[in-house]
């Protein structure tokens, strides 16, 4: 079973101190890691074992800009709105026990396949297949104006953790608050520029790959055997088991799926162009925006995906923060293997956020 450590600490408590001369204080609640156990405003969320639901029963359709969108939906139509967001190479499935978690305490939860996963499809056959991290935010933006949600908790891990600060970064008022695993993840093609250390750059192996020909190709054929490797190394003590994978790797057989992720990587590094169309979206991310909007950022104990020290990116979070350390053999999957605390910090933001 997963256990939750937490620092938490309010942007004006934080100055409070600050102007008390209280600075190493504040800067060691901040980042210390494991010093308090985390408390929810509104209850704990019940203990399950990971693993306890396998579907979300039907699917919902809708066409949002430039696509439609496959999405999984659950609880009150009424209740307060929770966009849950997967990355590389999962799917909706990684919510697959969040979902019901959060739907039973009042929550309206959207669980959409993002471009170039399971049902999800663009509406043009001449539309770019295109990866780029503004233009999968401002999918999310369409979405919810199909859906006619006004604001939303943005929550998710690799890609959607990045959706998820760019939506709070770039459409603040579309974002009551937000959960990231692994924190802030905006990034540019010009800052991907600098090298990073040997061992470092070995963990983004399959990033090097995919900007070869013979990658692309190798995806195309394998790319199921590929993302099974990627889960073992990213989550090394998630012992998932066939079924559980089968269930999300459904989802790459969208004919979109191999184009989407070359672009998407390949453009990260300079290798593939965007769009002009989100060129104004692109320049004010390259600016490094701090995150006002109440924020959790989440990371497993045992997270064998590249990400950066709490301590780095904190700085990034202006308002009401949270930062909780998943500790039992938790991997990057983190929502999938530890949907309790996963969904414990949805609806803890969500108190902060009142």
């Given at each position: 079973?997963?256990?939750?450590?937490?620092?938490?600490?309010?942007?004006?408590?934080?100055?409070?101190?600050?102007?008390?001369?209280?600075?190493?204080?504040?800067?060691a609640a901040i980042v210390a890691i494991g010093s308090v156990k985390a408390q929810s405003s509104?209850?704990?969320?019940?203990?399950?074992?990971?693993?306890?639901?396998?579907?979300?029963?039907?699917?919902?359709?809708?066409?949002?800009?430039?696509?439609?969108?496959?999405?999984?939906?659950?609880?009150?139509?009424?209740?307060?709105?929770?966009?849950?967001?997967?990355?590389?190479?999962?799917?909706?499935?990684?919510?697959?026990?969040?979902?019901?978690?959060?739907?039973?305490?009042?929550?309206?939860?959207?669980?959409?396949?993002?471009?170039?996963?399971?049902?999800?499809?663009?509406?043009?056959?001449?539309?770019?297949?295109?990866?780029?991290?503004?233009?999968?935010?401002?999918?999310?933006?369409?979405?919810?104006?199909?859906?006619?949600?006004?604001?939303?908790?943005?929550?998710?891990?690799?890609?959607?953790?990045?959706?998820?600060?760019?939506?709070?970064?770039?459409?603040?008022?579309?974002?009551?608050?937000?959960?990231?695993?692994?924190?802030?993840?905006?990034?540019?093609?010009?800052?991907?520029?600098?090298?990073?250390?040997?061992?470092?750059?070995?963990?983004?192996?399959?990033?090097?790959?995919?900007?070869?020909?013979?990658?692309?190709?190798?995806?195309?054929?394998?790319?199921?055997?590929?993302?099974?490797?990627?889960?073992?190394?990213?989550?090394?003590?998630?012992?998932?088991?066939?079924?559980?994978?089968?269930?999300?790797?459904?989802?790459?057989?969208?004919?979109?799926?191999?184009?989407?992720?070359?672009?998407?990587?390949?453009?990260?590094?300079?290798?593939?162009?965007?769009?002009?169309?989100?060129?104004?979206?692109?320049?004010?991310?390259?600016?490094?925006?701090?995150?006002?909007?109440?924020?959790?950022?989440?990371?497993?104990?045992?997270?064998?995906?590249?990400?950066?020290?709490?301590?780095?990116?904190?700085?990034?979070?202006?308002?009401?923060?949270?930062?909780?350390?998943?500790?039992?053999?938790?991997?990057?999957?983190?929502?999938?293997?530890?949907?309790?605390?996963?969904?414990?910090?949805?609806?803890?933001?969500?108190?902060?956020?009142?």
């Open positions: 079973m997963s256990t939750i450590t937490s620092s938490e600490e309010s942007s004006h408590v934080r100055q409070r101190r600050l102007r008390n001369g209280a600075i190493a204080l504040a800067v509104e209850g704990r969320v019940p203990q399950i074992k990971p693993g306890r639901n396998t579907s979300f029963g039907p699917l919902k359709q809708i066409d949002a800009g430039l696509l439609n969108v496959g999405y999984a939906e659950a609880g009150p139509a009424d209740g307060p709105a929770v966009v849950l967001l997967h990355g590389w190479p999962y799917d909706i499935h990684s919510y697959v026990d969040v979902t019901p978690l959060l739907a039973s305490a009042g929550y309206r939860v959207i669980v959409p396949y993002l471009r170039g996963y399971g049902t999800t499809h663009f509406l043009s056959s001449e539309t770019l297949r295109n990866g780029q991290q503004s233009a999968v935010a401002l999918d999310i933006v369409n979405l919810m104006d199909a859906l006619k949600i006004e604001k939303a908790t943005i929550a998710g891990f690799d890609w959607g953790a990045r959706t998820a600060g760019i939506m709070a970064a770039l459409w603040p008022e579309r974002c009551k608050a937000i959960v990231s695993v692994s924190g802030y993840l905006i990034g540019t093609p010009e800052s991907n520029k600098k090298p990073l250390p040997p061992k470092a750059e070995l963990a983004w192996w399959y990033q090097f790959y995919f900007a070869t020909e013979r990658g692309r190709a190798g995806y195309e054929e394998y790319r199921h055997d590929f993302a099974k490797l990627i889960w073992q190394t990213a989550s090394p003590k998630w012992n998932f088991d066939d079924a559980t994978f089968n269930r999300s790797a459904a989802s790459f057989d969208n004919p979109d799926h191999v184009a989407i992720v070359m672009h998407n990587y390949r453009w990260r590094i300079g290798l593939a162009e965007g769009e002009s169309r989100y060129d104004d979206l692109e320049k004010r991310l390259a600016e490094g925006p701090v995150i006002a909007v109440p924020a959790i950022t989440l990371e497993g104990d045992s997270n064998g995906a590249p990400h950066a020290d709490a301590a780095s990116y904190r700085k990034k979070f202006s308002g009401k923060y949270a930062y909780r350390l998943i500790t039992g053999g938790v991997g990057h999957n983190l929502p999938q293997e530890a949907p309790q605390a996963f969904a414990q910090a949805v609806i803890d933001v969500c108190g902060f956020a009142r």
